[in-house]
């Protein structure tokens, strides 16, 4: 409509913003590695922090694992393990930018704890950030999952923790680029 009334630039200006949402919520099929214990990546994105932790969202101490996603990175979340959703919480909270150490604490999140078959648990945490103003899971408690199955997505940058059991064998280190559900992040013993 902008087009046939000559005002072009509105209709740059809506191209361009239909162009940015397509490439935002692009859902790129992958294909996760084969073998046994792998932890895979749940986002693409840059892992910003690897922390010892007391608790993985089960109460087991473990380590935690950091991803950052900018706006540019794919925003699905993928399962790093096949399991049974043991537990789903959420928490309320601010939107503080996603890269900072205290959002992990503070901001909005969803989490959810995986038990895999071997017993183990693996948690993962969405974490929404100044822009992210939604989080959307499509899991509930007691869904079976595969290793690299899409289980939600988190809107316009954000971050997502995931808690290793501990024994777990890193594959990764800070800074290092991920993709979801295809890096391995670490090894199960």
């Known amino acids: 409509m902008a087009v046939v009334a000559g005002w072009t ?19 790129p099929d992958r294909v996760p590695p084969t073998g046994a214990g792998f932890i895979l990546s749940p986002a693409d ?6 922390r010892e932790t007391k608790g993985n969202g089960a109460g087991e101490p473990g ?11 794919v925003h699905v979340n993928r399962s790093p393990v096949s399991g049974t959703v043991e537990d789903i919480e959420y928490y309320k909270g601010k939107f503080l930018a996603a890269y900072k150490e205290s959002s992990s604490e503070n901001n909005e999140r969803n989490a ?6 071997s017993g183990r648990r693996v948690g993962v945490v969405q974490i ?8 959307v899971c499509r899991v509930k408690q007691g869904d ?3 290793a690299g199955q899409r289980f939600g997505i988190i809107m316009f940058g ?28 670490a090894r199960n013993p």
Do not use: H, N
């Open 9 to 27: 630039w509105v209709a740059a200006f809506f191209g361009i913003i239909t162009l940015a949402c397509t490439a935002f919520f692009r859902d």
């Open 45 to 50: 994105g840059r892992l910003m922090a690897i």
């Open 63 to 73: 380590t935690r694992l950091s991803i950052f996603m900018s706006p540019l990175d």
């Open 112 to 117: 959810l704890t995986i038990l895999e078959p």
């Open 128 to 135: 929404a950030g100044v822009l992210a103003r939604r989080i």
């Open 144 to 146: 079976a999952l595969e």
């Open 158 to 185: 954000s971050r997502v923790d995931v808690f290793l059991p501990a024994g777990a064998a890193l594959q990764v280190v800070e800074g290092q680029q991920v993709t979801g559900g295809e890096t391995i992040l």
